[in-house]
């Protein structure tokens, strides 16, 4: 029985990513992969041991159970958990990383201090901890005026160790005055903790677009989400290292095929609430993926929001010239297990010489050419959503295969086939 889709995963593209940012960051600054919710559902092992391996100092997670998830798959390195954390019991996979040092918790407010002093104190072990100041992003943290006082006490336990000092900007992709605002609020408190940091304290503040943006956000540690999975370029329309977001390859392809062809006839509706109606004879494509699998809803085409998402399909065997990968959109309201895509453009009436499209052929549903409408930046936008979310929707299900020869390779993207 064969799978309804695929997600291929190129690790090599992760490798050159890393490679990326480390030029960009330079030999003295940390780079700290963020992993949460799986690897931003790309199954977080393989992502984190190939990310460990191109030179990742430090991966990042948000709970326990996600560290726990790259204990069990023996992945090395530290790890920080970005949420307040209050206890954990000793039979958890997270206390064996926290008694051998490994784990980084972050400080979020002086009462959340006292819980991790109890925490480290009930276990007489040494905890690195990061306090991560809350300077406009309003959603955790400890406030300016009593940051001080954390890192006071931190410094005066025998307990807690300082590793870290951290904060998060709220728009480095949209934003440079409350950016600005934001790190010279952060600069000013850590010039004044200075005195009570360790050598080793880390201090980081830049995501993946003000680590693009400019050498004076990155500290001595940059904390990277979409960067590694090659993502994040299109939004960085200036700064430093411009040149430099346009090298990130991405790493994702979501392929699944036909499974069904059939013609319509002009004036026929297709799909629940018949938002589609066809105006012409067409050929219409059945694939078997639908939101049960992630793709979202807002993805298809209505008579009332004609500018649909497309997937490519792939031409097998290719034309002698063009593009091996046309494009065509999904029409008709996105099912639970099935979308379907106007192939008329692609199969004219009149024979003669028409491509050889039916069931089995494949259908790409993500591409890794930022050229193409497929492009995962252009269906979260066409979906009014952000990749992150389009990638974390992606169903455990569905089968990863972590293979950079299973990638097709970027072409050039043909029009676009409007039905």
Not at 40 to 69: F, K
Not at 242 to 262: C, M, Y
Not at 363 to 369: C, F, N, T
Request: aromatic share 6%.
């Amino acid at each position: 029985m064969s799978d309804t889709s695929l997600i291929c995963i190129d690790l090599s593209s992760v490798d050159h990513n890393m490679r990326v940012l480390r030029r960009i960051v330079g030999p003295n600054c940390a780079v700290c992969p963020i992993v949460k919710a799986d690897g931003y559902g790309l199954g977080v092992a393989p992502i984190a041991r190939r990310l460990v391996a191109a030179g990742a100092d430090m991966l990042a997670v948000y709970t326990p159970q996600q560290a726990a998830e790259l204990a069990r798959a023996a992945v090395g390195g530290p790890i920080l958990i970005l949420m307040p954390v209050r206890e954990i019991a000793r039979g958890d996979e997270a206390y064996r990383l926290m008694i051998n040092g490994r784990l980084h918790l972050t400080v979020h407010d002086n009462d959340h201090l006292d819980d991790l002093l109890h925490l480290a104190e009930h276990y007489a072990t040494l905890i690195p901890v990061h306090v991560d100041v809350d300077t406009g992003m309003s959603r955790g943290g400890c406030q300016p005026d009593e940051t001080p006082l954390v890192v006071k006490r931190i410094a005066g336990s025998r307990w807690l160790h300082l590793a870290g000092l951290a904060t998060h900007f709220a728009q480095a992709d949209a934003d440079a005055g409350l950016t600005k605002k934001q790190l010279a609020m952060f600069d000013a408190l850590v010039q004044k903790c200075a005195p009570l940091m360790p050598p080793d304290c880390l201090i980081h503040a830049a995501n993946t677009f003000a680590t693009f943006t400019h050498r004076r956000f990155h500290k001595s540690m940059v904390r990277v989400g979409q960067a590694w999975a090659g993502y994040g370029s299109q939004w960085i329309n200036a700064g430093q290292f411009r040149r430099k977001a346009e090298e990130l390859r991405p790493i994702i392809t979501w392929r699944s095929h036909l499974v069904q062809v059939k013609t319509i006839k002009r004036g026929t509706s297709v799909g629940y609430g018949s938002t589609w109606t066809a105006k012409r004879r067409s050929r219409i494509g059945l694939v078997p993926v639908g939101y049960a699998d992630g793709y979202s809803t807002g993805l298809g085409s209505t008579d009332t929001n004609p500018k649909p998402a497309c997937v490519g399909v792939v031409l097998n065997p290719p034309p002698a010239k063009g593009a091996a990968v046309r494009f065509v959109p999904v029409v008709g309201q996105v099912n639970m297990d099935q979308i379907t895509i106007d192939l008329t453009e692609l199969i004219p009436s009149g024979g003669g010489d028409a491509v050889q499209i039916g069931p089995g052929t494949t259908v790409e549903l993500i591409s890794p050419d930022p050229a193409a409408p497929n492009h995962l930046p252009a269906l979260a936008k066409a979906a009014g959503t952000i990749p992150h979310e389009l990638l974390c929707r992606l169903n455990p299900r569905i089968k990863r295969v972590y293979d950079a020869d299973l990638m097709p390779q970027p072409t050039a993207p043909a029009a676009v086939l409007a039905g």
